[in-house]
DNA sequence: CCCAATTTGTGCGTATGTATT
DNA sequence: TAATACATACGCACAAATTGG
């Protein structure tokens, strides 16, 4: 029983994809979807404007709503993707290597890294990336046991987030993330042999993960190969 | 004669910021609001929507609207946000010196560099950013001279966008952008000289600025300084 | 375990304002 | 000026989640 406004706004989107509304096109007008759906002009708004802010149309005061141009093989990186997710929309040739799954406690030593507030039960996994056959990617996660429980290797190969939402029923929220260009270790070099002499530093991808409840529960710390890094996104000026 | 959400917005902002609602504590109840401000639930909704958008609360069904951390010192450049703006949110020591400003057309061999179709008029404009001192930021840009007009050094060397918004009464809405890793070049080197030899890349933010009328203006290359770089970001995970 | 109160989520209808053509 | 389209706001009803008794 999805809610309506969202079957309308898939509706739409999956329209918009296939090229039904082309680039540059106008949707039909409000009025005229609701009576199409048989709906209140309220609920066609909120499909609209989930449209807009996800940057699929852009609606003009009097004129009508304008479908813009997809920028196609998006989201690297933007929003609350997973690494699978992302695999199956670019379709891309791409497999993990689980080098690390083990249970560990932070302390306040490690809370830097770690992530969390001392004392806290968590699972420490290391994983590479590797796209077209190159290590492209070194990831690094804390999860809290308290949280997610029963992690394996297997999981951890396949899609986490897919287990944690459809069998151990989490809902993902938010997370705080930060972009930095850091130092390379012996580690990453280890991890990515491939990666040239020359360069020193990778692009650090830092989140910090909630639920829908705010509970913190995962740590990720994604570096990236700099010659394989795009991060794309869409954005909206803030009004004032 | 601002929306009756937007200020409603605006004072839980202000509030939330200010701490006299301080993190993890709850807002008002949606009715409760209503009441105090006299105005429908719906007005509140609207208003309690984009606050979560923005990362300030997280809505709870059943519970009520919680206050997150607000990552503080946040928004280097996620967003459309201008650096004039950025100095002032986080009182940053910066200034701005004009590199170059010429107006130029485009071809079909700087197609890509401009990003705009051959024969458009456009702006050349280069500036160095200085933090504390410290050429951090190197920005190149093309404007469409059919939508800006007069477009000074002064102006360049303040802000473009005040202008833009204020005098030109233009609406700046949304952006495509990408974030990649960027072999530096020689002109980069005389324009960062303290940038150390060890450096080979630079972090570089590619805009493509367009109007509420979806109009393209403009087209931005930001090469940062990579030691310097850091972008944060709140993202909520997409619902299915 | 269930019920009741509270709170947010969804949807409908209506009215009025404002921007565009 | 008139018609069309989006923007804002109010009110109501019921559904669904949470909490506490």
Known sequence: MTARYIEIYQQFKTDI????YPANSFLPSEAKIASQFSCSRDTVRKALSHLEEDGFIQK???RGSQVLQHSLVNFPIS?????Q???QVQRLD???????LKRLQSTA???QTTGFPAKTKLYHLIRVRYINGL???????YFDRSVVHNLTAEIAAGSIYEYLENTEKLTISYAEKSVTAELISKQDRLLMPDLPERE?????VESRVHLADTTYFQHTISRHRPDKFQFNEFSRRQKK
């Open 79 to 83: 929003g609350l993707t997973s690494f």
């Open 94 to 100: 791409a497999n993990t290597k689980v080098v690390l």
């Open 135 to 141: 290590a492209s990617v070194i990831d690094e996660d």
């Open 60 to 62: 003009q005061h009097g």
């Open 85 to 87: 997710e992302l695999k």
């Open 109 to 111: 030593m490690n809370r």
């Open 200 to 204: 020193n530093r990778l692009i650090q």
């Open 17 to 20: 994809i296939q090229e039904k």
